[in-house]
T-cell receptor
Framework: DAGVTQSPTHLIKTRGQQVTLRCSPK?????VSWYQQALGQGPQFIFQ???????QRGNFPDRFSGHQFPNYSSELNVNALLLGDSALYLC???????????????FGNGTRLTVT | SQQGEEDPQALSIQEGENATMNCSYK?????LQWYRQNSGRGLVHLIL?????REKHSGRLRVTLDTSKKSSSLLITASRAADTASYFC????????FGKGTKLTVNP
């Protein structure tokens, strides 16, 4: 049973470029959340997708957008990259259980994005 | 918003000793979860404690929750070098919000 998979594992981009990160959730999970983790910091919530819609959003600019597909996989897009966007981007999946939020998150190993 | 805050920021102990780390939060919660992160990897869920529970055990882990003080503690007993990692608490009923973590180093 595959866990959460993310691709690519590493990525180097130039300021101003656009990037797309991909995530496949754990089998049986229907909700995908994205986090940004700067070096030495805790993960910061970007947004959460359920039923192909953005359900919750953290304090991130509109340059950060996402999508969830019918097979529950998800993409994170970041436009007009800034140096400060360099971070580990983590995808986590869970089972929504209706409106209950007690389902633990299962994380992928992340995509390390470096913006030069 | 930074809901959970871990304390201390860093902890260094010898193998076999116990490690205690604390988490404080600001608003009411449905549950509180603890996660571990090995360097450069994804987070791994350790334990979830619901707001109506006061204590929970899982193997060498013991978690307590004091909702009146808005705080939780994670105790790792008989620590091992493999426990070296960063530990995060996470709260918020709608989207898990993580603190900055406690970096635990267990020296062999």
């Amino acid at each position: 049973d595959a866990g959460v998979t993310q691709s690519p594992t590493h990525l180097i981009k130039t300021r101003g470029q656009q990037v797309t990160l991909r995530c496949s959730p754990k089998s049986g999970h229907d909700t995908v959340s994205w986090y940004q983790q700067a070096l030495g910091q805790g993960p910061q919530f970007i947004f959460q997708y359920y039923e192909e819609e953005e359900r919750q959003r953290g304090n991130f600019p509109d340059r950060f957008s996402g999508h969830q597909f019918p097979n529950y996989s998800s993409e994170l897009n970041v436009n007009a990259l800034l140096l400060g966007d360099s971070a580990l981007y983590l995808c986590a999946s869970s089972w929504r259980q209706g409106n209950s939020y007690n389902s633990p998150l299962h994380f992928g190993n992340g995509t390390r994005l470096t913006v030069t | 918003s930074q809901q959970g805050e871990e304390d201390p920021q860093a902890l260094s102990i010898q193998e076999g000793e116990n490690a205690t780390m604390n988490c404080s939060y600001k608003t009411s919660i449905n549950n509180l979860q603890w996660y571990r992160q090995n360097s450069g990897r994804g987070l791994v869920h350790l334990i979830l404690i619901r707001s109506n529970e006061r204590e929970k055990h899982s193997g060498r882990l013991r978690v307590t929750l004091d909702t009146s003080k808005k705080s939780s503690s994670l105790l790792i007993t008989a620590s091992r070098a493999a426990d070296t990692a960063s530990y995060f608490c996470a709260t918020d009923p709608e989207k898990l919000v993580f603190g900055k973590g406690t970096k635990l180093t267990v020296n062999p």
